[in-house]
């Protein structure tokens, strides 16, 4: 790409490439912080024994150190990913393969979460929504499915023994 194709990418707009990761970063800090502050207005509590103020309070400061984390990590992107097949990025259209899969695996979700239980429920949403990007084999987004249901299970039928049977083939 020649110079002047490095000055078109530059006058993309004010949300474009990298500044897009800083603002949502700074954003997601704004209203973390702001939960935390109207979360300390209220009787904290402990692990034991929480509070009303418990709960916003850990989930603001979780999204602050998400914002950070979004924000540290922002990269300016290649110029090859600002352009796609000769246009911009910003008029490329709407992806069609990433809102197909994401649809077709909160159906499968809910089909096979009734029928079926957690885990080939867990496993199908994670399995179908990752071929929504165009980078993901099938190799990994079945190494992907196969790690995401193996904490679903950990976390929400053994830890917090959700009342959502693990395999329930047919019953419902």
Known sequence: MNGQG???????GF??????????GALMCLIGASAVVRGLHYN??????????????????IL?????????????PSLRKLRHEGAPLAS?????????????SIVAFVVLGKWGG?????????FISAFGDRDNTWKSALTLAVVITLVAVVIFWWALQLQFPLLAWGNS
Request: glycine content about 16%.
């Open 64 to 76: 602050i150190l998400l914002g950070l984390s979004i924000a540290g990590t922002a990269k300016r």
């Open 118 to 126: 957690l885990l080939p429920a867990s496993f199908a949403i994670t």
């Open 15 to 24: 949300l474009s490439g990298y500044r897009r990761d800083y603002y949502g």
């Open 92 to 104: 490329a259209g709407p992806e069609w393969r990433g809102w197909l899969c994401i649809i077709a």
């Open 6 to 12: 490095i000055a078109d990418a530059g006058r993309r």
């Open 44 to 61: 904290f509590g402990s692990l034991t024994h929480m509070g009303p103020g418990f709960f916003p309070t850990c989930l603001g400061a």
